[in-house]
Structures are given as structure tokens and as C-alpha cells.
């Protein structure tokens, strides 16, 4: 289990430099059109830059929660965190929520006795 949590640690790095070699590309191709647009009109650049700090800050707040949480719950962490942040339209957070319920649910209906002494789970002959 252990090879598996480093399987994806290295999905999310190897998809997140990709994007940001991506969007570094992109960029460096976009500024000279930018230019003409932001130097017109200052309200363009500052509502631009607020709503990009708001988004990033946003997955920021959202890619901690996940992190902390599933590994609470005893989840891949990094494959959750790919999934947040790769697949498109918040639906990986729809997931996750969905995947950590149906985990919190299984967890609950395991009829099982714990001994008050060792801790073992003593098995009821079900």
C-alpha cells in the first residue's frame, strides 16, 4: 500500500508540472495581445488579478481541507487531490465527498466488538 501512496504522489506532480509548463507557454504567447486590454483600463487588471487570487486561494482552502481529511479518514490522499484538481467543474469534490460518505458508511455497519483489554476485534460468529 505504501508503493501506491508514492503511485500518486507522483500522478499529482507529474499532472501539475505539465500544467504549469502548459500555462507558462500559454502565457508567454498571450502577454503581447494582453497588453493592449490591460493598459487601457486599470479596472480590467485589478478585477483580473483579484478574481485569479480569489480562485487560486480557493483550491488553495480546498486542496488543504482534502488533503487533511482524507488522510484522517485513511484515504490516498494524492489521488484524491488529483482528482480535485483535474477534473473539471468542482465534480471531484462531488466525488470525494460522495467516495468519503460510502467509506464512513461501510465503516459503520461492520457489526464487530472491541476487546476493552487488548483492543482486538472479537468476531461475534456471524
Known amino acids: 500500500m505504501r508503493n501506491f501512496k508514492y503511485f500518486g504522489l507522483l500522478v499529482f506532480w507529474i499532472i501539475t508540472s505539465g500544467m504549469l509548463i ?18 487601457e483600463d486599470p479596472v480590467w487588471f485589478t478585477t483580473t488579478v483579484v ?29 484524491w487531490l488529483t482528482a480535485v484538481f483535474y477534473i473539471p467543474n468542482f465534480m471531484g469534490v462531488v466525488l470525494y465527498f460522495y467516495a468519503r460518505r ?7 455497519e461492520v457489526p464487530a466488538q472491541i476487546c476493552p483489554h487488548c483492543g482486538h476485534i472479537i468476531h461475534t460468529g456471524e
Not at 24 to 31: R, T
Not at 61 to 76: A, L, P
Open 22 to 39: 502548459f500555462m507558462a507557454v500559454a502565457g508567454s504567447w498571450m502577454i503581447p495581445y494582453m497588453a493592449d486590454l490591460f493598459s
Open 102 to 108: 460510502q467509506k464512513s458508511l461501510a465503516a459503520i
Open 51 to 79: 478574481a485569479v487570487l480569489l480562485f487560486i486561494g480557493l483550491y488553495v482552502t480546498m486542496g488543504v481541507f482534502i488533503y487533511k481529511d482524507s488522510s484522517r479518514k485513511k484515504m490516498n490522499t494524492w489521488l
